[in-house]
């Protein structure tokens, strides 16, 4: 018996200490203060033994989780002083204090200076470079700190609660500490020091030695080498983690171009174009075989569906697993709305199970985690398939712009094809956000009757009834907003077709002082569009009314045939029926936009297709020999020719001449008689309709009109070919520009304008005939080269070129010049299509008379010259390249000028960079004046204050009909309901009109707002640009004012004023929702606020990297298009030195630098909103666990579930 007695005591004293607080509490406090002398025992002996605590080089060093760790460390100090001081007040105000309240308030203090030590330690003690780990006793501490958080936890849960003894504040304070002790932990076990010189992907991310505006060759990789994406661990995937490391040098400093990490191979267009481009020829010959018709001589024939089925085939791994992740997030939104009903019965004292409490809660969170992880997955796939898409039209539709035909290239403009490749490709790609939406929301609307017919039976019916008629109301809307649509675009390419041509001729309307004129014009094409712009986005508002009346009206319904029908309305099936509607919002508003997007993507398709289908040049028009294989370089046999094959008469007919290695060969005629046509046919560009053409080695073409690319000079010469220094200086000498270059600010690193809008004509054809000189080819072909210069030009060009450089050459040369003739080894005399006339200069000169006319014809030309009177004041004599030298004043003068620099030669002197620099971009934070001067610009922001008026009365009157909706019907049918059904329905359909007519009043005024915005800013855009100097089209590529009037404008037009309303009301929202908690249950501040500042420190941590990569991604869309429009204007130029190669890989190069920013900028999104919705997540736990772990009576049943519902409603969907 003794020892039973001895164990009895024992026990006894053990339920006595666990009963206690205070022993827990003491405990705790006496372990703090153990920490803090050991703390201070260990600060004192790194300050005997010399370690500093200087930080410099920390930049070098990388310790990971450091400043989590002490960022916890110091809201938890935070988080105890407000514990500390809420206690102490607490129960000063209650009339006494017992030794358990002591003992907490205690244990709260210590703890405070306990963090405030740590905190202070490592921030200034603690040495990231000395130590390779955190301090042991930290280490230790952290573990001690989460077993006593544990313990406490479990006495709370299984003790204190049901003794009654426990406040609310303590609650917080286990809960709070045991979340940051598993921090803690993790922090403490993985932090560790990482040398940055030994990693490479921090050295490319942190490499700051290269000039914001450098210039990168075309080959020089701008990215790093390395990939974040494939790289990362699952963990890391699983949690967006791998995009720390350029949040943190974003985060540090502005980011460039190349700060930007590589894209995945299986992101980029050398990854992913070559399986789309296998999967379309399957697609398409599939479907060729099996209808049973196949044509080898006529383009690929390719629909709609089979580029559609190519692009699914292609990217089938993101199609599947986002349909996984949609599935999942779908199920998991529906778990809430069911649940809300089994929780407010619990609340209400209706417990069946034992721990149900607990066994709700936990359902709720990991439903709620699974929502967010499925969300944030499936949104990023979907961005991530949306990239490798655009890569993947694009770089079809550059590749067939290279091989077009001529008569394709007739029958459509460089606006239109850029519009394809601008406008359908994105539209494609932004499709795969609605991909799902199709058989999604059968399965949602399925799930919301499941859980409605669950709560309120056969009413029900009239939920689904109700939300066929709201999907039917979208249906006339969406068909107007899409005409509307159409024809804005429509009215939009009108617009910005007379845009590009004012600017490609504002030289003439400059010189004519005809801009303003043509600025009208502009403008009365704008007023077309803005008619339709503001009927697209009345309707929008129209659409927006719909979308958040649809949940009221639907629940108007519902509850209509609950009372007609004689169904009790509970406030657990209530609550829980209009969180079900809620998340119905979203099916019901996604539907008619979904069909919507299929419509314009098929169009878009269609487009694309119909443009692929074109017709390509004639693959076997020329045979192409090795070189050296024999010794004729052309042969052309029984050639005939058109550039119109329904034409009634070839363009060349009859075409027989041979031409020998090394030859030169002389092509003259008067003009029209197809002497440009015989070069274009040798090169295969000119459609064959019989007859053989056959060529021995490489070919260099110089055109008659000289096609420039934009960059320097030197690139223009080289054009992708080696530098050779010897070489290079014998071209420049040869074709007479090195005193050209001299002039030049740069010399031959000058950038050339648009078009080579700073090089006068003579200029360009002298840079073009130096890039031919510089090819190794064998064969060049001349298009009359020497009539953009002067004779004197002419004449060293043809005898330093022709005789000099390719004297061993095979050459062509297109001349009106018959003084350039007699060395040609070979005359071609072209008339009307045929050659008339072969043979040497001597031979022929006698032999016909088409010869002798042109001969004739330059003899009577020379002696009227020679009898012309020249002025008697000054005379003009022509000189290189067109210019003119006046005698009076001695000044020399370009005919051409094409840049402020040419034709102001004062300033020259004073130009320090370059005529066309990168685009600029806004660096830094976006500044506060940016954001009013946008809400001012309409009536003075006169309507702004009506407009968030209109949006808090909104979420005033949502908020109270919850809360009338939970007063107002009993928890029970057995309960007397405070007022009766009628009242119930009349109040709440009252509340439900006010909020449907100002979300009414709101989305007009908002459209209307956004609208008389977007008009002003073009106008005010438009005028300045049409007031601008000279200097600044020069300058500037149209490609940066035509996005300006484009891609920018319908920004302002349509998204910019839905995305600054949408940024109002939910600040409006999150008030609303802090108000009712506020109401409720305060003491869920105590983790609500330290909430909130994470979730602000995360929002700026992401704003400075989103920011730039949003700037980076405007800043290279340009290049592209441009580089687009370039290629095709001189495609005939890029195939006969046979670069197709190379410029693919260029427009390659330009995707990918693209898609970079794109793709991370994605990654980046999903980062914040991951950790946002963890954050909501703890947010949304604790108040459920606060909820049920109240005594009853502490707070109103009513309000509580108000409290459970309207909060997290919103974080439901």
């Known amino acids: 018996m003794t020892f039973l007695q001895e164990a009895g005591f024992l026990f006894s004293k053990i339920d006595w200490l666990l009963s206690e607080p205070a022993v827990l509490h003491g405990f705790s406090a006496f372990c703090n203060l153990f920490l803090l002398l050991s703390l201070s025992f260990v600060c004192f002996y790194g300050r005997i033994n010399g370690q500093s605590s200087n930080k410099h080089g920390i930049e070098k060093v990388r310790f990971l989780h450091y400043k989590v760790a002490t960022f916890t460390c110091s809201i938890l100090c935070l988080f105890h002083i407000s514990l500390f001081i809420f206690d102490h007040f607490w129960y000063i105000d209650g009339g006494g204090v017992s030794y358990d309240h002591l003992a907490i308030e205690v244990d709260l203090g210590v703890r405070a200076i306990a963090w405030l030590a740590i905190s202070a330690y490592l921030h200034n003690g603690f040495n990231p470079l000395l130590e390779k780990r955190f301090p042991a006793i930290l280490r230790i501490w952290w573990g001690l700190y989460f077993l006593i958080s544990f313990v406490a936890v479990l006495l709370d849960l299984f003790c204190y609660r049901k003794l009654g003894i426990l406040g609310t504040h303590v609650w917080a304070l286990d809960f709070v500490s045991i979340f940051s002790a598993l921090l803690l932990n993790y922090t403490g076990f993985f932090g560790k020091r990482v040398e940055e010189e030994s990693n490479i992907l921090h050295e490319s991310l942190l490499n700051e030695t290269i000039s914001p505006n450098q210039q990168f060759s075309e080959t020089e990789s701008g990215f790093g080498n390395v990939s974040l994406f494939t790289n990362a661990s699952f963990l890391s995937i699983l949690t967006f983690s791998w995009l720390d490391p350029l949040l943190s040098v974003g985060h540090k400093k502005t980011l460039d171009l190349k700060d930007v990490p590589q894209l995945d191979y299986n992101d980029r267009v050398d990854g992913v174009f070559p399986i789309f481009k296998s999967k379309l020829e399957s697609c398409t010959k599939s479907s060729l075989y099996s209808n049973g018709t196949v044509n080898n001589n006529g383009p690929v024939q390719i629909s709609s569906f089979q580029l559609a089925k190519a692009l699914v085939v292609s990217a089938w791994g993101h199609v599947l697993i986002t349909a996984i992740y949609a599935l999942l997030y779908t199920v998991c939104t529906y778990v809430g709305p069911y649940l809300i009903d089994f929780f407010v019965r619990y609340l209400n004292g209706n417990q069946t199970v034992e721990l149900e409490g607990y066994v709700l809660v936990v359902a709720f969170i990991v439903a709620k985690f699974f929502e967010c992880l499925s969300q944030r997955h499936w949104f990023f796939r979907l961005q991530q398939a949306g990239v490798r898409v655009r890569a993947f039209l694009i770089s079809i539709l550059y590749q067939k712009g290279l091989t077009l035909s001529s008569s394709a290239r007739q029958g459509r403009t460089t606006g239109e094809i850029i519009n394809i490749m601008s406008v359908d490709a994105e539209r494609i790609s932004l499709f795969s956000w609605y991909m799902h939406d199709l058989w999604l ?169 119909s443009f692929l289908c074109l017709e390509d040049l004639q693959q076997n028009a020329v045979e192409k020999l090795p070189r050296g294989s024999t010794n004729v370089a052309i042969e052309v046999r029984d050639g005939t020719f058109s550039w119109d094959l329904s034409a009634e008469s070839p363009t060349l007919k009859d075409i027989n001449f041979k031409v020998f290695q090394g030859m030169r060969v002389a092509v003259c005629g008067i003009v029209g008689s197809g002497k440009s046509s015989l070069l274009a046919c040798i090169l295969g560009e000119v459609p064959k309709m019989d007859g053989n053409v056959q060529l021995c080695g490489t070919t260099a073409y110089v055109a008659q009109s000289p096609w420039i690319q934009s960059g320097k000079i030197q690139d223009n010469i080289l054009f992708g070919k080696e530098m050779d220094s010897e070489k290079y200086e014998n071209v420049l000498e040869a074709c007479s520009l090195k005193k050209d270059l001299e002039i030049l600010p740069f010399g031959d690193q000058t950038i050339i304008g648009e078009r080579g809008i700073n090089l006068s004509g003579g200029q360009k054809q002298r840079v073009q005939i130096a890039r031919a000189l510089y090819q190794d080819a064998d064969i060049f072909l001349f298009d009359d080269p020497f009539s953009a210069v002067d004779a004197h030009t002419g004449s060293h060009l043809f005898k330093e070129c022709l005789l000099g450089i390719l004297a061993s050459k095979t050459v062509l040369y297109v001349t009106h010049q018959v003084e350039f003739l007699p060395s040609a080894d070979l005359i071609l005399v072209m008339k009307d299509g045929k050659i008339t006339q072969m043979g040497k200069y001597n031979d022929i000169i006698t032999s016909g008379s088409d010869f002798m006319e042109l001969v004739g014809a330059h003899k009577e030309a020379l002696s009227a010259l020679d009898h012309m009177e020249l002025g008697d004041e000054k005379s003009i004599n022509i000189i290189e390249d067109g210019s003119f030298k006046t005698q009076n004043n001695k000044q020399t003068q370009n005919e051409e000028p094409k840049d402020a620099s040419n034709s102001k030669s004062e300033e020259r002197g004073m130009q320090k960079g370059q005529l066309v620099q990168e685009e600029e971009r806004e660096k830094g934070r976006v500044g506060f004046w940016v954001y009013r001067k946008y809400i001012t610009t309409a009536y003075k922001g006169a309507l702004v204050p009506l407009i968030l008026l209109a949006q808090t009365l909104f979420q005033v009157l949502q908020i109270g009909s919850n809360y009338w909706m939970a007063w107002a019907a009993p928890v029970s049918k057995d309960m007397e309901p405070p007022v009766s059904v009628f009242t119930l329905l009349y109040v709440y359909v009252a509340l439900a009109i006010g909020s449907s007519l100002c979300i009414l009043i709101r989305a007009f005024l908002l459209m209307m707002a956004g609208y008389k915005t977007a008009t002003i800013l073009f106008n005010k855009m438009h005028f300045s640009i049409f007031r601008a100097p000279m200097s600044f089209f020069d300058s500037t590529p149209s490609g940066r004012i035509l996005n300006r009037a484009s891609t920018d404008q319908s920004d302002v037009d349509t998204n910019i004023p839905y995305q600054t309303g949408s940024l109002a009301f939910s600040i409006i929202q999150l008030i609303g929702i802090i108000a009712v908690m506020s109401q409720v249950a305060w003491q869920v501040f105590i983790i609500f606020i330290p909430i909130i500042g994470i979730s602000i420190w995360y929002q700026q941590y992401y704003i400075d990297t989103a920011r730039e990569l949003a700037r980076l991604m405007g800043v290279c869309k340009a290049p592209i298009i441009q580089h687009f429009a370039e290629s095709l204007s001189g495609s005939t130029t890029i195939r006969s030195f046979n670069q197709e190669s190379r410029f693919i890989c260029i427009n390659s190069k330009r995707m990918d630098e693209f898609s970079g920013p794109k793709f991370y900028s994605a990654g980046a999104r999903e980062w914040l909103c991951f950790r946002l919705d963890m954050l909501s997540s703890i947010m949304f736990a604790f108040s459920l666990i606060f909820l049920i772990c109240m005594p009853k009576g502490v707070i109103d049943p009513a309000l509580s579930i108000v409290r459970c519902c309207w909060p997290c409603s919103h974080i439901w969907t």
């Open 441 to 609: 929301v059968p399965i949602q609307v399925g799930l919301a009757l499941l859980i409605l017919y669950a709560n309120l039976g056969l009413a029900s019916l009239a939920a689904l009834a109700a939300t066929f008629v709201v999907m039917l109301a979208n249906v006339p809307l969406g068909k107007m907003q899409e005409n509307y649509q159409q024809k804005m675009m429509e009215s939009k390419d009108t617009r910005m077709k007379a845009t590009s041509e004012i600017l490609r001729n504002m030289r003439i309307l400059k010189l004519q002082g005809w801009e303003m004129k043509f600025l009208s014009k502009i403008v009365e094409l704008r007023k077309k569009e803005t008619n339709w712009l503001r009927k697209y986005v009345y309707t929008s508002a129209m659409t927006t009314f719909v979308f958040w009346g649809a949940p009221t009206f639907v629940a108007v319904v519902t509850f209509g045939a609950c009372v007609l029908m004689g169904i009790p309305l509970e406030s657990g099936k209530v609550l829980s029926a209009l969180a079900t509607f809620r998340v119905l919002q979203e099916p019901i508003y996604n539907l008619p936009d979904t069909i919507s997007m299929v419509v314009q993507t098929k169009v878009s398709l269609d487009r694309i297709s």
